[in-house]
């Protein structure tokens, strides 16, 4: 099992561009999400997804796109590079995400500089 | 407003101490509490998972306590290693509305570092 992958590792972007980080998890779980984690901030959800054909918004939507047409994938898409979205940025997996005790299983995370 | 607070901001202690990291917590629906180390450049790793009704749980060397009157967690670590030196994150848990799902709060964490 190799977990959560997250590539690439580093990127940077100038103002404008767009570009794709892309998630994978090979455990079936059906809930993935996207966090950011900014200095002196907790991790913030960008998008999440319950299953494969099923996204919504977290807490910080603007600026990123997201899809899931299979269990495995979750991409997510910067559609504009701004500064304000230099971060590194988290993704992660858990079995259902209901209201329980699912473990969440987190990649190990893409550092994304925007100048 | 969801929130979560954790303290110390940073802690230095030599290796083979013991330490207590501490959060307090204002989230509702509570659901769970959790607690992930993360090294640097690495992703949040979790260690303990607790519900309403727990109000300690051990992981080895790492033991936390929840006080779901006082809104309050803490986590112990014993006989601190080099290899603890990494950031303790406090999460807490509410219920969504929709869906069911959880809606996770994370704090800022708990720079921990263990000097020899």
């Known amino acids: 099992n190799a977990g959560v992958t997250q590539t690439p590792k580093f990127q940077v972007l100038k103002t404008g561009q767009s570009m794709t980080l892309q998630c994978a998890q090979d455990?079936?779980?059906?809930?993935m999400s996207w966090y950011r984690q900014d200095p002196g901030m907790g991790l913030r959800l960008i998008h999440y997804s319950v299953g494969a054909g099923i996204t919504d918004q977290g807490e910080v939507p603007n600026g990123y796109n997201v899809s899931r047409s299979t269990t495995e994938d979750f991409p997510l898409r910067l559609l504009s590079a701004a500064p304000s979205q230099t971060s590194v940025y988290f993704c992660?997996?858990?079995?259902?995400?209901?209201?329980?005790?699912?473990?969440?299983?987190f990649g190990p995370g893409t550092r994304l500089t925007v100048t | 407003k969801n929130q979560v607070e954790q303290s110390p901001q940073s802690l230095i202690i030599l290796e083979g101490k013991n330490c207590t990291l501490q959060?307090?917590?204002?989230?509702?629906?509570?659901?769970?509490l959790r607690w992930y180390k993360q090294d640097t450049g690495r992703g949040p790793v979790s260690l303990t998972i607790m519900t309403f009704s727990e109000n300690t749980k051990s992981n080895g060397r790492y033991t936390a306590t929840l006080d779901a009157d006082t809104k309050q967690s803490s986590l112990h670590i014993t006989a601190s290693q080099l290899s603890d030196s990494a950031s303790y994150i406090c999460?807490?848990?509410?219920?969504?509305?929709?869906?069911?799902?959880?809606?996770?709060?994370f704090g800022t964490g708990t720079r921990l570092t263990i000097i020899p």
């Open positions: 999460v807490v848990s509410a219920r969504r509305s929709n869906f069911g799902n959880e809606k996770l709060t």
């Open positions: 455990m079936n779980h059906e809930y």
């Open positions: 959060c307090n917590y204002t989230v509702s629906p509570f659901s769970n």
């Open positions: 992660a997996s858990s079995y259902s995400g209901l209201a329980g005790v699912d473990e969440q299983y």
